[in-house]
């Protein structure tokens, strides 16, 4: 049932319109057929070529603790994710002036790069109630209906939370908590982050994510 509704969501975000490259993301059949046609070898040479293992390490899984790791994230979340930093619409200097030498062919490529690699596994924990149920007092659906049974993504948007870094976890959140990050389309993260104290976000960053590396 609720897969049903999330497909039926996802199915009236479609436009017929071109290739999203705007500041508004919007999805589209071109679009969804550009990210389809992403080549993962093809990935492999762009991100050389853009050093994005810099940062994101060379099979996408960071070593700094405020850096996402994005092995094995959704191609079609990666994909929004670099055009709202090349217009941004996802308002972060680093991204955007990497972004913006990126073709929509390139970062199509590099999305099905990274999805191919295998995601860091964190270590089974307890479930998290907010993850599993939610709460129905604050109107709070739970972090599994978009975001997919034990945080492993689900659908164009919404990607995996499993393996994330709790400091890049808990900066994002309270971005959008704040509206720094208002690159959700419908607030519909902002609202959510909104209802949450600082103390359940930290909470839920160490119910997925990998523990922060010791100091060295
Ligand atoms: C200098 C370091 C650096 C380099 C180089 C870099 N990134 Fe990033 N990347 C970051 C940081 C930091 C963030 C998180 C920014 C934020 O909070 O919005 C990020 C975020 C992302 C995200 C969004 C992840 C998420 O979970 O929302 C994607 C996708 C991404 N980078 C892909 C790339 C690609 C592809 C390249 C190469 C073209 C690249 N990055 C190069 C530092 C870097
Ligand atoms: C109604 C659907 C929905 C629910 C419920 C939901 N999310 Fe999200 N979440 C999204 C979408 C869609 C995005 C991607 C927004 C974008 O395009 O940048 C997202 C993004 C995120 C991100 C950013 C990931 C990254 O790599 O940058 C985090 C963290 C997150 N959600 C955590 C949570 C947590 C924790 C909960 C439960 C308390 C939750 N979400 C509930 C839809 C949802």
Redesign the pocket.
Same mark, same amino acid.
């Given at each position: 049932m609720k897969a049903r509704i999330a497909m039926i969501l996802a199915a009236s975000l479609l436009t017929l319109d071109a290739v999203a490259d705007e500041p508004r993301f919007k999805w589209s059949y071109d679009t969804l057929r550009l990210i389809a046609s992403g080549d993962p070898a093809r990935g492999e040479a762009?991100?050389k070529e853009?050093?994005?293992s810099?940062?994101?390490g060379d099979t996408g899984i960071s070593d700094e603790d405020?850096?996402?790791s994005?092995a094995g994230?959704a191609r079609s979340?990666?994909f929004k994710?670099?055009m709202d930093?090349k217009h941004s619409t996802?308002d972060?200097k680093?991204?955007t002036k990497? #972004?913006r030498k990126?073709t929509p062919e390139e970062m199509a490529d590099?999305?099905a790069f990274?999805e191919a690699q295998a995601p860091e596994q964190p270590p089974g924990r307890e479930p998290h109630k907010l993850a599993t149920e939610g709460d129905k007092s604050r109107l709070l659906l739970s972090c599994d209906v978009c975001h997919g049974k034990d945080g492993v993504g689900y659908g164009m948007e919404s990607?995996a939370l499993a393996g994330?870094k709790p400091v890049?976890f808990l900066?994002?959140m309270m #971005?959008f908590r704040e509206g720094d990050?208002e690159n959700d389309a419908y607030g519909r993260m902002r609202f959510i982050a909104n209802q949450l104290t600082e103390d359940e976000i930290k909470a839920l960053a160490a119910y997925y994510s990998m523990p922060p590396r010791p100091k060295e």
């Open positions: 762009v991100a853009h050093k994005c810099k940062c994101h405020d850096t996402p994005i994230q979340y990666q994710q670099l930093y996802r972060e680093t991204m990497r #972004a990126l590099l999305s990274y990607p994330q890049y900066d994002t #971005a990050r």
